[in-house]
């Protein structure tokens, strides 16, 4: 790696006077699984590091107000053995389990999945599914955004060179709501999505409400699948439904052709993963 | 340069080293702790993978600036002049390494999981070594190590293999 | 058994020695404590006969505690760091390498490129791979230039700043294109085929006009990368005697003595390679790669020079098994007995020649399967390519064609309506075949190994 100079700030604020200080030749390490990678391969040096991986402000999942809160330094590791996780929000669990192996996920953050932005990214599908929204922290103080406006391209979200992802929080509304994410990669670990997908739904009355499946590795950002969503909300959920809206997802969608996949496999596959991930909400639901 | 202190092996070791240094370096060429190894320096092969406070991490992918003052336990801090740790021992009677190069690796995350104390099964052992490649074994006699020390370390047993399972 | 007693004694004699040490202020070696004194020797090496007897690997125990010292894992006093630039192009002509930028790097103490190098050609059968590329660019893996410095980085950072200008020419990716005649002659030959065989036995054309049915179809694999857990690795110090010792992951130590002698002009008697416990080789570590290059930069710079390839480098660089196309036509009777088959094998045999000619052989030879062919006709063709080297691989050509021989089998039975295991009994060789180059064949136990490995597997189940 090239050269650089590295700091520890103690606190939250001493984080953002940091990235103001060294604005623009400044960036934020915490994990590092994916960070570190990329600065293996750069022949320019970040200038500053500011390490955020012991600041306990964005550590530690909790209940508050708005939702769930889960600050934006918890470890995939942490998701996966959380009890409020396990009770409120549990297909994060499904979502956390898949990332990389073991060795990742000790070390990688859910913020840091969320602003290192890949298209496959991991965490993404499930969290836009339940309408989460991130807060993000800045010289100017606090704002939220939801994860459609946090998301830009691939590798690029809305945070400035100078601002600090702080935590997630997923309304309250939507803590204990039917969802599935699934993923589909050529391996069963260690694995980048071929696709991946969350859907969630609540099911009053044998009709489906709030209905939102979100996509991933499948366009430049994740993305919600709108038109198949329209598809069944409000509408009592049939196997043919199901299979109409996941239909109508794949048209929704812009996956590449590559060496991993073909198009027409990976159209293949947005159906299946649509059709499951509803199929197994439906059956949360009961 | 910036002074890294840490705890390694129950031994305090300090080094100056610059700050882009990664543990995997710091321990390899600074403090003389070989067994953990440069397979693809990217945290794909587990080839580094060490205990940094108790969970198995890639050293490759960890500054050693960020492990400052932490415990790191590497292959080297397992076995004691007088006692040879089950887990080494158990590699050992199965044969479960041929070329050897992803054993430190393969045994600190083995370590890892068994020190977890959960019920394990096949499937789940191989989820959790499923960050350690290794080309020369196929894994088959690698989880029966794994099977090996897990059964001796804590007295359960691992359900039997199905043959016809994957 | 530890006695207690005495094991007391010995650490009130360690502490007081300690303290001597400490008062007297002489430099004191950290206790060693992590592998056991005492080890128990299995009982297979403690008798005669020992057949029979369970025994442990050797190595295991020092692969278990981390011990094995792998060439990565050595460290010499003043070693220095080797990197190689790679081309990134698939096929150029160079019209120039620049290293004066690099040369002035933090650290960097010497370069190397290949009009240095006494005789820039090796090769296990034919000496068409530079060390370094020095005229022509062949694959996007070619090294291009060395430098050896003081860290990896900045050997890695002074790669960056050496300059070639490339005129690029077309690359030739697709074998069965390279074949024609108008395509671009990757080597200066007439042709891109550079090795060939063919076998021929009894008269095919009879074969076929006996046969009932005539299966065709054409089977293909990949390029596959053996990538060991250790990617390749050797360290290189040139003596004031001008000897020259390596420790390498080099698995032919002899040929490799030999292709050094070639390449730098010198006595073979004045070389000594050390080859230590390698992380995994499965032929990818059988010929030499940067051994002659990190030699001449240790004469250079006086000091033990390191190269170990990253893993981009194993990928691109290091050698891979063949892909082939292989083009199967059998002629059968109604029972299933094969009575003619016709094999074209083009082998896509990279930018140079490695071990190519010894996989063509094998390959050649092993296509027809182990069955009784009598009428049998094989062309094989090994082509140069713009692409990675391919060598040799575990199996040398035979897991290619036994993948498209069965494959076929597999076919011609589910066409017939005969089962797999029956129609392979059928063909199989016998005490006495003779296999496709007339050997005669002796303690044949093909059938037998069938017929039990289907036991074993429980194949009658399976096929429920």
């Not at chain 3, 303290?19 to 950290?30: G, H, Y």
């Not at chain 3, 064609?401 to 011609?412: L, P, R």
Request: glycine share 8%; charged share 25%.
């Amino acid at each position: 790696m090239q050269p650089f100079d590295f700091i520890q700030p103690d606190t939250i604020d001493g984080t953002i006077t940091a990235l103001s200080n060294h604005t623009p030749n400044v960036r934020i390490l915490n994990g590092g699984t994916d960070y570190l990678v990329e600065l293996k391969h750069v022949h320019q040096s970040p200038g500053v590091i500011v390490d955020i991986s012991r600041l306990t402000g964005i550590k530690g999942i909790s209940l508050i107000d708005e939702g769930l809160r889960i600050g934006s330094g918890v470890t995939h590791t942490e998701i996966m053995s959380n009890p409020m996780v396990k009770e409120h929000v549990p297909a994060m669990i499904d979502a956390a389990h898949v990332v990389g192996a073991v060795q990742t996920r000790n070390l990688g953050t859910i913020g840091g999945n969320l602003v290192t932005c890949v298209p496959s990214m991991d965490s993404g599908p499930t969290l836009m599914a339940l309408d989460a929204q991130v807060t993000i922290l800045g010289p100017n103080g606090k704002r939220q955004s939801s994860l459609q406006d946090f998301f830009v391209g691939p590798r690029k979200t809305s945070l400035n060179i100078d601002e600090l992802l702080l935590d997630i929080i997923i309304p309250k509304e939507n803590l204990g709501k039917p969802a599935k994410f699934i993923k589909f990669g050529l391996r069963k670990g260690q694995a980048l999505a071929l696709v991946n997908a969350a859907s969630a739904l609540w099911l009053r009355d044998g009709k489906c409400t709030d209905v939102r499946i979100a996509l991933g590795a499948v366009a430049p950002v994740v993305i919600r699948a709108k038109k198949a969503e329209s598809v069944l909300e409000g509408n009592k959920l049939t196997d043919n439904l199901i299979d109409e809206a996941a239909k109508v997802a794949i048209r929704e969608a812009k996956p590449i052709d590559d060496f991993r996949a073909s198009k027409e496999y990976r159209n293949d596959l947005i159906e299946i993963a649509v059709r499951r991930t509803l199929k197994s909400a439906m059956l949360n639901s009961k | 340069m910036t002074d890294i202190t840490l705890n390694v092996n129950g031994e305090v070791k300090t080094a100056s080293v610059p700050p882009e240094t990664t543990l995997l370096k710091m321990l390899r060429e600074d403090l003389n702790f070989t067994g953990a190894k440069i397979g693809c320096d990217v945290g794909d092969c587990g080839a580094c993978t060490v205990l940094v406070d108790g969970l198995a991490v890639n050293a490759c992918l960890m500054l050693a600036a960020q492990a400052n003052g932490k415990e790191v336990l590497t292959i080297e801090g397992l076995s004691t002049l007088d006692k040879y740790h089950p887990i080494q021992k158990a590699f050992e009677d199965v044969a479960a390494l041929q070329c050897g190069f992803c054993g430190p690796g393969m045994i600190m995350a083995t370590k890892a999981l068994i020190d977890q104390e959960q019920e394990l099964t096949r499937d789940q052992i191989k989820d959790a070594l499923s960050g350690n490649l290794c080309r020369c074994t196929g894994y088959t006699k690698i989880i029966d190590g794994v099977i090996d020390a897990y059964e001796k370390i804590t007295g359960r047993k691992v359900p039997a293999r199905n043959p016809r399972a994957a | 058994m530890v006695d207690e007693t005495k094991l007391a004694e010995k650490q009130e004699t360690v502490e007081t020695l300690r303290k001597v040490d400490d008062d007297l202020r002489l430099p004191s070696v950290p206790e060693r404590n992590f592998f056991p004194k005492e080890i128990d020797i299995a009982p297979a090496r403690l008798q005669t006969p020992a057949i029979g007897q369970r025994a442990t690997r050797p190595d295991g125990r020092l692969h278990g505690l981390g011990q094995t010292k792998y060439i990565d894992d050595m460290f010499f006093p003043g070693m220095l760091h080797a990197k190689i630039k790679r081309a990134g192009v698939a096929h150029a002509k160079i019209k120039s390498i620049d290293v004066s930028e690099a040369q002035k790097m933090p650290g960097v103490q010497a370069t190397l490129i290949g009009s240095e190098i006494p005789v820039n050609s090796f090769g296990p059968s034919l000496q068409d791979q530079p060390l370094l590329a020095d005229q022509v660019v062949r694959h996007a893996g070619d090294g291009i230039a060395a430098v050896a410095a003081v860290t990896e980085q900045q050997a890695l950072d002074a790669l960056e700043k050496i300059k070639v200008v490339y005129e690029e020419l077309p690359p030739v990716f697709d074998p069965i294109e390279a074949m024609s005649e108008d395509a671009i002659k990757i080597h200066n030959n007439d042709s891109n085929i550079y090795a060939s065989k063919t076998i021929i036995k009894g008269d095919i054309e009879q074969g076929f006009k006996d046969s009932d049915y005539i299966f065709e179809r054409r089977f293909t694999t990949q390029m596959v990368e053996h990538v060991p857990m250790e990617p390749h690795a050797s360290i290189a110090e040139w003596d004031a005697n001008g000897r020259v010792t390596l420790h390498s992951s080099l698995g032919r130590i002899t040929l490799g003595r030999a292709d050094i002698a070639r390449t730098l002009e010198m006595p073979i008697n004045r070389i000594r390679i050390i080859a230590t416990v390698v992380g995994g080789n499965f032929g990818g570590k059988n010929e030499i790669t940067t051994e002659p290059i990190i030699s001449l930069l240790s004469k250079k710079t006086g000091h033990p020079v390191k190269c170990v390839f990253t893993r981009e480098d194993e990928f691109i660089s290091s050698t891979t098994r063949h892909p082939f196309i292989m083009d199967y036509k059998t002629g059968v009777s109604k029972e299933g007995k094969i009575l003619a088959r016709k094999v074209r094998i083009v082998c896509d045999g990279g930018a140079y020649c490695s071990w190519t000619e010894t996989t063509l052989g094998k390959a050649s030879i092993l296509s027809a399967g182990p069955y009784n062919v009598e009428n049998l006709h094989v062309d094989a063709y090994a082509v140069y390519t713009t692409k990675t080297v391919t060598g040799a691989m575990r199996g040398f050509g035979a897991p290619q064609v036994c993948f498209a021989y069965e494959s076929h089998m597999d076919d011609i039975a589910a066409e017939l309506g005969i089962e797999p295991l029956e129609i392979r009994l059928m063909n199989a060789f016998n005490e006495g075949s003779s296999s496709p180059t007339g050997q005669v064949l002796e303690s044949v136990v093909v059938s037998d190994s069938l017929i039990m490995a289907t036991e074993r597997f429980g194949w009658k189940e399976w096929q429920k």
